[in-house]
Nanobody, 126 residues
Framework: QVQLVESGGASVQAGGSLRLSCTASGYSYSNYCMAWFRQAPGKEREGVAGRTRYGATSYTDSVKGRFTVSRDVAKDRLYLQMNSLKPEDTAMYYC????????????????????WGQGTQVTVSS
């Protein structure tokens, strides 16, 4: 059974940093793309950052240069280092596993991303 568990969310002031973690279990971690999505109140869920099985990364434009996605294969963990946080980064952040090796951040549908964590809240105050 695939399980994804996020942690690391908190309330911080603008300009601060946080590191989110996602612990995966129940499957061969290295065979899929893993990604971070976020959803703010009243907004659609959006892809933030993803990392393929080969180590290629992708980011949504609004976080480029501020966020870094990485993984620790030995620990089956995915990380999101978030620096220079802005109030508009406030959202529930979710870890997701793709249905195959591709890493399509433009879609959050269940066919593309069938596995999700429960989310961790990030709140950035000005």
């Amino acid at each position: 059974q695939v399980q994804l568990v996020e942690s690391g969310g908190a309330s911080v002031q603008a300009g601060g940093s946080l590191r989110l973690s996602c612990t995966a279990s129940g499957y061969s971690y290295s065979n899929y793309c893993m990604a971070w999505f976020r959803q703010a109140p009243g907004k659609e869920r959006e892809g933030v950052a993803g990392r393929t099985r080969y180590g290629a990364t992708s980011y949504t434009d609004s976080v480029k240069g501020r966020f870094t996605v990485s993984r620790d294969v030995a620990k089956d963990r995915l990380y999101l280092q978030m620096n220079s946080l802005k109030p508009e980064d406030t959202a529930m952040y979710y870890c997701a596993r793709s249905s195959d090796a591709s890493c399509n951040l433009a879609s959050s549908d269940a066919r593309t991303w069938p596995y999700w964590g429960q989310g961790t809240q990030v709140t950035v105050s000005s």
